[in-house]
Nanobody, 122 residues
């Protein structure tokens, strides 16, 4: 398990950009596969993007391909999500999560951050 804290959310206009950050505790950060999920109140949480422990492999939901980019800096125990060309439907609470194996299934992620709000206005 790892402690995760997200930051970087905010209010932006449609077409704008945000960079979300997730800070992790511990000395074994590089052994965790990381992912971002998002959730709107009253709706199911959905997968957004995932990255392998070494940062070489990435996977994205079809809805964000070409617009969002996941990355990590293991020396700083950080994972990032760059959100470009934002749309109102991207409005949600974004969560950082950690898994011991490569996955984009919520059940495989045992550690979660508290979330950071992203609001896109039209």
């Amino acid at each position: 398990q790892v402690q995760l804290v997200e930051s970087g959310g905010g209010l932006v206009q449609a077409g704008g950009s945000l960079r979300l950050s997730c800070a992790a505790s511990g000395r074994t950060f590089s052994t965790y596969n990381m992912a971002w999920f998002r959730q709107v109140p009253g709706k199911e949480r959905e997968f957004v993007a995932a990255i392998s422990g070494g940062g070489v492999w990435t996977h994205y939901a079809d809805s964000v391909k070409g617009r969002f980019t996941i990355s990590r800096d293991n020396a700083k125990n950080m994972v990032y999500l760059q959100l470009n060309s934002l749309k109102p439907e991207d409005t949600a609470v974004y969560y950082c999560a950690a898994s011991p194996r490569i996955s984009w299934s919520q059940a495989d992620f045992g550690s979660w951050g508290q979330g950071t709000q992203v609001t896109v206005s039209s």
